[in-house]
């Protein structure tokens, strides 16, 4: 499990900000470099060009899941339902998924 970039890293930094717990930082860089390359390779890297030429690399949220999320799905199939075709479906089951892998909470449970 990853956390939400860069969550991770500067929760490290905060602990040993505090604590001044060097020995932590080193049992976490494995975690912190797998979570780096996790976020910044394949499907959740962009590269991007500026104004001058200069490129950027990003990460983004991108989950492989096409498919009504499991916690959700009565929620999702029905919202789906009003799409015209399957591509157009599977998208939206991922866009969907893309932002709850950022951890946006979609309940209502926040509202009155």
């Known amino acids: 499990m990853f956390s939400q970039p860069p969550v991770l890293a500067g929760m490290i ?3 040993y900000n505090q604590t001044g717990d060097l020995d932590l930082v080193r049992r976490s860089l494995p975690a912190l470099l797998k979570e780096y390359h996790f976020w910044n390779s394949g499907i959740h890297k962009v590269t991007i ?3 001058q030429g200069s490129n950027h690399s990003l990460s983004r949220y991108y989950a492989m899941w ?8 009565t929620i999702d199939k029905g919202t789906a339902s009003k799409l015209p075709n399957i591509c157009e479906k599977r998208e939206f089951y991922r866009e969907l998924a893309s932002a709850a892998e950022s951890g946006w909470d979609f309940s209502s449970r926040w509202m009155k």
Do not use: G, Y
């Open 13 to 15: 930094v905060d602990i």
């Open 49 to 51: 060009q500026d104004a």
């Open 66 to 73: 096409n498919k009504p999320r499991p916690e959700s799905s």
